[in-house]
C-alpha cells in the first residue's frame, strides 16, 4: 500500500464549472500520474509528472491541466467541466524512470450533468 | 490508442478450473505488466515481465510473453471466487508511461 488518497471520492457537478481532483501519496514517489476510466475504453492517461514542475500530457489531455508543486501532491483540474468528462479518475505513483509497478489510488468518481 | 487490447472481454468459469486471458500489443515495449481490480477499487499490480524474459511464475499465475508475436498471456490456476475481477494489461514502450488495455472482466462461480 503506497499511501495514495483521492479526494473527492465522489462529485457531482454542473457543465462549466471548474472542477480539481487532488491526489496525495506518502511515498515520496517521483512519477505520478491521472488516468481515466470509461467502460469500453479501459484506462486512458490524461497527464503524468516525473518530478516536482515537470509534467507532461497523455493521450487524452484535452480540457485537462494538471499541477505539482510538492513531491506528494498533484493535481488535475478540468477548467470548464463538460458531460464528456462523467468519469472515474484513478491517480497511480511509481518509483523510478524504468517504469515498474504502479499503485493506484481507490479512484474518484465525477458525474458531470 | 490503446496499446494493449485483452481477449476474451469477458470469461466465466466454475471455481478450480483455469482461466486465461490473452493481451496483444502493437508496439516494442520494455516490459509487459498484469493488474487486477475489483469492482469500485482501485487496480493492483500482478507480475511484471520484461521483453527478455519468456514466462514467470508467482502463486497462481502464470505469464508468458511472445515478442515477436507481441501477445502475452495470464493464467490464473483453480480459480476461486475471490479471482473474480477485472485484469488488465499494460505497456511500457515510451519510458515513463504505462498504457493499458481495455480488461477482461473474469466471472469465478462458486
Known amino acids: 500500500d503506497a499511501g495514495i488518497t483521492q479526494s473527492p471520492r465522489h462529485k457531482v457537478t454542473e457543465t462549466g464549472t471548474p472542477v480539481t481532483l487532488r491526489c496525495h501519496q506518502t511515498?515520496?514517489?517521483?512519477?505520478m500520474y491521472w488516468y481515466r476510466q470509461d467502460p469500453g475504453h479501459g484506462l486512458r492517461l490524461i497527464h503524468y509528472?516525473?518530478?516536482?514542475?515537470?509534467?507532461d500530457k497523455g493521450e487524452v489531455s484535452d480540457g485537462y491541466s494538471v499541477s505539482r508543486s510538492k513531491t506528494e501532491d498533484f493535481l488535475l483540474t478540468l477548467e470548464s467541466a463538460t458531460s464528456s468528462q462523467t468519469s472515474v479518475y484513478f491517480c497511480a505513483t511509481t518509483t523510478g524512470r524504468d517504469t515498474g509497478e504502479l499503485f493506484f489510488g481507490e479512484g474518484s468518481r465525477l458525474t458531470v450533468l | 490508442s490503446q496499446q494493449g487490447e485483452e481477449d476474451p472481454q469477458a470469461l466465466s468459469i466454475q471455481e478450480g478450473e483455469n482461466a486465461t486471458m490473452n493481451c496483444s500489443y502493437k508496439t516494442s515495449i520494455n516490459n509487459l505488466q498484469w493488474y487486477r481490480q475489483n469492482s469500485g477499487r482501485g487496480l493492483v499490480h500482478l507480475i511484471l515481465i520484461r521483453s527478455n524474459e519468456r514466462e514467470k511464475h508467482s502463486g497462481r499465475l502464470r505469464v508468458t510473453l511472445d515478442t515477436s508475436k507481441k501477445s502475452s498471456s495470464l493464467l490464473i490456476t483453480a480459480s476461486r471466487a475471490a479471482d473474480t475481477a477485472s485484469y488488465f494489461c499494460a505497456t511500457d514502450n515510451q519510458g515513463g508511461k504505462l498504457i493499458f488495455g481495455q480488461g477482461t472482466e473474469l466471472s469465478v462461480k462458486p
Open positions: 511515498e515520496n514517489h517521483r512519477y
Open positions: 509528472s516525473y518530478g516536482v514542475k515537470d509534467t
